[in-house]
């Protein structure tokens, strides 16, 4: 049901529609996004998101994330090995991981 409500949406959009108002669409109250590999310049810290947790494996990206503000959670960690429970987190996003 999700599903067929999302392409019955999307259908009626008449203009292009961006990778942000699909997450916005598809995201609950309660959802949790994480943005893996955040760095110091993330893309999608920019939108107002409900809930945002960074995750970064460099330390000084850290930091000028905690400087900025950036995120609602930060979280020092490799996007390979995530510290979070299985079920924990429903959505993780990356504009772009080297």
């Given at each position: 049901m999700?599903?067929?409500?999302?392409?019955?949406?999307?259908?009626?959009?008449?203009?292009?529609?961006?990778?942000?108002?699909?997450?916005?669409?598809?995201?609950?109250?309660d959802d949790v996004i994480l943005d893996l590999g955040c760095?110091?310049?993330?893309?999608?810290?920019?939108?107002?998101?409900?809930?945002?947790?960074g995750v970064e494996l460099f330390k000084p990206y850290i930091e000028?994330?905690?400087?900025s503000r950036t995120h609602d959670d930060l979280v020092l960690a490799d996007v390979r090995i995530l510290p979070f429970r299985e079920k924990g987190v429903r959505y993780?996003?990356?504009?772009?991981?080297?």
């Open positions: 999700f599903w067929k409500n999302l392409m019955a949406t999307l259908m009626n959009v008449k203009a292009p529609f961006t990778v942000i108002w699909f997450l916005r669409k598809l995201l609950n109250s760095g110091p310049n993330s893309r999608i810290a920019k939108f107002k998101l409900k809930y945002l947790v000028v994330a905690e400087k993780r996003f990356s504009f772009r991981l080297n």
